[in-house]
Structure formats: C-alpha cells, structure tokens
C-alpha cells in the first residue's frame, strides 16, 4: 500500500463530511453574510467545492500561479446552487480519489510551490499541501460553513459524534 492509498479512509470520510454540510446549504441563503467583512454562503460552498481539485494541481504540476503575469488569475467557481456545487465537489473529490490511490510515493516528497506573479509564495512537499491545502483547507472551510447554517437556523449535521440537532433527550 502506498501513502497515497493510506490517505483514502481520511479522505473519504472529510469528503462525505463535507458533502453532508454542503447539501444542507439553502440557495435562498446563497447571497447571505455573517459580516461585512465575510464571504457569503455561496462562496464558501464554490470553495469546498474546488478545494479538492488542489489534488490534481498537487501531484500533476509542479506549481500553481494564482496571479500569473501573463494570463488570467485563478478563480475559484461561482457556481450559484446547491445542486450545481454537489455535482462540481463530487467531480473534484472522484478526480482526487483517483489520483491518491495510484500516486507513487516518491512523488509526494518532491516539492510544489505557489506562486503569485512568478513570486514563490511557498515551497512544501506536495504530501504536506495535500495534508495543509486540501484537508485540513476543508475541514476549516467546512467549519465556517457550519457556523453560517447555524446563525441561520439551519440544522447542523454530526461530522465527528452527534450534534446538537441530532442529539436525543437528555
């Protein structure tokens, strides 16, 4: 079994997380803010959506420039439904899942870096921005997530035990 193999149960289980916090997302809510500051609902959900793409961008280039000198700067998707965000995040994750279970170990050790007009941002093995930029990206994004539907009445699933609004009586 290689490392990529063994990331699979961790993946699959944030993935399916995240996709149960995701599908709860109401469109009526898709424009809504916590703050001034704050991104809204839809564009947290587009980029729990995208975070799992990053795994191709990881293990097959070697960098990512988000603002490249020349040409278009990265954009996130701006899908603007639930439905269309479900059906982006599950093509990312199918993708990602792939290409972790066939990925060879001596690939994970070698570097990546982000860049920003040419600029190295950062440098990482590409298995410590798997482990930063893909899940533990998630895990934080899908947090936020949850404090919206909450502050919005919506029921928060259990993702590690029972929430609040699956537990039973007391």
């Not at 701006?78 to 899942?97: G, H, P, Q």
């Not at 600029?119 to 990206?137: C, F, G, I, S």
Request: aromatic share 8%.
């Amino acid at each position: 079994m290689n490392i990529g193999q063994t990331m699979i149960p961790e993946f699959d289980m944030e993935m399916a997380n995240t996709r149960k916090v995701l599908q709860l997302v109401p469109d009526e809510k898709w424009d809504w803010k916590i703050h001034d500051k704050s991104n809204t609902v839809g564009w947290v959900a587009n980029h729990l959506a995208d975070i799992p793409a990053w795994v191709e961008k990881t293990l097959c280039h070697d960098t990512l420039d988000v603002e490249p000198v020349e040409g278009q700067p990265y954009q996130s998707p701006i899908e603007s439904s639930t439905a269309a965000v479900l059906a982006l995040f599950d093509k990312n994750v199918a993708t990602a899942r792939q290409l972790l279970e066939t990925v060879e170990d001596a690939k994970l050790f070698e570097p990546w870096s982000l860049l920003r007009q040419g600029q190295e941002l950062m440098t990482l093995p590409r298995l410590a921005v798997l482990r930063t930029w893909v899940l533990n990206h998630t895990i934080h994004h899908r947090a936020h997530l949850c404090v919206y539907l909450r502050v919005n009445d919506v029921p928060v699933p259990g993702l590690y035990g029972p929430s609040a609004d699956d537990a039973g009586p007391a």
